[in-house]
């Protein structure tokens, strides 16, 4: 299922994106146990090579600009950190992904980063209350810590 932008801020976000011939995966999350009200709209990414995760930088929820962080073995060259900060571009600009691109879940709760048993939502039963409207999801959060799917 194609990611959306509600979908990749909503906490612990997992999934790729791919141009048919290579792809990445990535996930996007609070650091920690500080919930998405206390990340102050900066969310940690991760992409993953030969099966292990590694740190890219930030992602500013509001700009939708990636920022590659202190500690990442990443540079701005780095594909990885092309491909996420090109993805995240198309969202937040509300554009669509050219034909062949796909950016999709991978049957996670983008809130938890549980394994959804319904693969074609975004959220599980019990995260899609607080996270299907981030207004109120923020305003929930400090009173809620983390869903469980
Ligand atoms: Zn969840």
């Known amino acids: 299922m194609q990611i959306t932008k ?9 999934f790729t994106v791919s ?22 709209g900066s969310l940690l990414v991760y992409t993953w090579h030969n099966g ?9 929820e509001y700009t939708g600009v990636v920022h590659i962080g202190r500690r990442s073995r ?3 060259n780095a594909m990885a950190f092309k491909v996420i900060l090109w993805a995240c ?9 050219p034909p062949g ?9 983008g ?6 048993a319904d ?20 305003l929930q959060e400090y009173n809620l810590a983390y869903g469980r799917c």
Do not use: M
Not at 20 to 32: A, C, D, E, H, V
Not at 52 to 60: A, E, T
Not at 101 to 109: K, L, Q
């Open 89 to 97: 571009n198309v969202l937040w600009t509300g554009r669509n992904f």
């Open 19 to 40: 141009n048919g011939l290579t792809y990445f995966r990535y996930q996007i999350k609070t650091s920690g146990r500080e919930s998405l009200a206390d990340s102050q």
């Open 119 to 138: 693969v074609n939502q975004y959220f599980g039963p019990e995260c899609r209350r607080i996270s299907i409207n981030r207004l109120s999801a923020r």
């Open 111 to 116: 809130h938890c980063g549980r394994k959804l």
């Open 74 to 76: 990443f540079d701005n």
């Open 101 to 109: 691109y796909h950016a999709e879940t991978v049957g996670r709760c």
């Open 52 to 60: 292990r995760r590694l740190y890219v930088g930030r992602l500013n």
């Open 6 to 14: 509600e979908f990749v801020i909503g906490g612990n976000a997992h």
